[in-house]
Nanobody, 121 residues
Framework: QVQLVESGGGLVQAGGSLRLSCAAS????????MGWYRQAPGKQRELVAT???????NYVDSVKGRFTISRDNAKNMVYLQMNSLKPEDTAVYYC???????????????WGQGTQVTVSS
């Protein structure tokens, strides 16, 4: 199995910053795309940002210019630096990766357990 463990969530005032981290471990051969999603109360889970193995990034429009996703392939880590936080960023943030467990094995998606980010106004 592949396990993803997020950390770094918490309570912050509007305009503040947080840095989320996610560590992947377990039976991993190769991690392809990694990303962050979030789910606010009463809303569907939405994509926040993704990063390919080569470092190409993609962001939802609402976080462009404020959030930065990065990864460390050697450590199987992905990060989300969140600046200029707004109350509407409040949500549970989930780490996601697409990974293979062997050279010829299928690429499957894996999720972390989530970390709460609360932005007060």
């Amino acid at each position: 199995q592949v396990q993803l463990v997020e950390s770094g969530g918490g309570l912050v005032q509007a305009g503040g910053s947080l840095r989320l981290s996610c560590a992947a471990s377990g039976s991993i051969f190769r991690i392809n795309d990694m990303g962050w999603y979030r789910q606010a109360p009463g809303k569907q889970r939405e994509l926040v940002a993704t990063v390919t193995r080569g470092g190409s990034t993609n962001y939802v429009d609402s976080v462009k210019g404020r959030f930065t996703i990065s990864r460390d392939n050697a450590k199987n880590m992905v990060y989300l630096q969140m600046n200029s936080l707004k109350p509407e960023d409040t949500a549970v943030y989930y780490c996601n990766c697409n990974a293979t467990r062997s050279m010829l094995g299928p690429a499957l998606g894996y999720w972390g357990q989530g970390t709460q980010v609360t932005v007060s106004s």
